[in-house]
């Protein structure tokens, strides 16, 4: 099984940048598709981003589309979200997860992953 360990949260005004990372141990990571998905206080968790085992497919939720990136490092064993031009509704807490089971296409719901970090806080201040 897969160790996941968020880094990277922190505070930043709007409009500004941050970038999470996500390393992995215990197994390699090439062996899973990765997502990235955030839980604000009294919300869902929700998806974010996803990045097929290559790297050659990604998805994204439609509220980060054009802002966020998520990229993958197989050799270091990490995941990254590059998040630009943050809002105050970016605010919560970030998990990145792994997908043992998808064939290709990486996928947004959240029950389909089956390993999680404990999350990183993202503040963003107006």
């Known amino acids: 099984q897969v160790q996941l360990v968020e880094s990277g949260g922190g505070l930043v005004q709007a409009g500004g940048s941050l970038r999470l990372s996500c390393a992995a141990s215990g197994r390699t990571l090439s062996n899973y598709i990765m997502g990235w998905f955030r839980q604000a206080p009294g919300k869902e968790r929700e998806f974010v981003a996803a990045?097929?085992?290559?790297?050659?497919?990604?998805n994204y939720a439609d509220s980060v589309k054009g802002r966020f990136t998520i990229s993958r490092d197989n050799a270091k064993n990490t995941v990254y979200l590059q998040m630009n031009s943050l809002k105050p509704e970016d605010t919560a807490v970030y998990y990145c997860a792994a997908d043992a089971t998808a064939p290709v296409t990486p996928r947004t719901d959240r029950n389909d992953y089956d390993y999680w970090g404990h999350g990183t806080q993202v503040t963003v201040s107006s």
């Open positions: 990045i097929s085992r290559s790297g050659t497919f990604t």
